[in-house]
């Protein structure tokens, strides 16, 4: 597989980390309920930076199965589907272990069940409905990396002195993509 293409994708998920790290901290300085500018622009660099941790994260998901050569989800439900089928192995011709385990996807699905309800809102934002999410996005400042690198190392084995970087010797997966 192609080193650029895994650079893309470590590039999505460091922007993800990035905006992650940088809505818990406005979180913790954010004059959220302060009803003047100072308190919309928090509300509002809170929530966009949510937004884009999110987004730099599905574009992160898509791009693998895009090296995968697997179908990209469709219909109004891809952002779900996206992450349910990285939570689960695939067998057959183009068999590949889950990327996401549980607790990684759940904590995906909370940052994406924010990103539906701010764009819906329409005004409605209130700090302390976001605790859930600010856990969330936490936890994905560590595991998203971890989970990608891991993932990675398996279906795109490095080369080593037991392989040559090819699916299916030294630990890759047999007839997994090439």
Known sequence: MSDAQWVDVEADVSAAVTHFKNALALSK????????????????????????AHTSAEAALTRVLRILDEDLPTGEDWHLTLI????????????????????????????RSFRHRVMHSYGAFDITRA????????????????AIARFRNIVDPPPNNNNDGEDGAGGGMSGGPK
């Open 29 to 52: 300085v954010g004059k959220f309920k302060d009803e003047g500018l100072e308190g919309y622009r928090d509300q509002m660099a809170f929530m966009h930076a949510m937004q884009c």
């Open 131 to 146: 605790e859930p999410t600010m856990a969330a996005a936490q936890r994905l400042v560590t595991s998203l990396p971890a």
């Open 84 to 111: 349910n089928r990285l939570s689960k192995p695939i067998t057959g011709d183009h068999a590949r272990p889950e990327m996401l385990n549980r607790e990684l996807a759940d904590d995906l699905q909370e940052t």
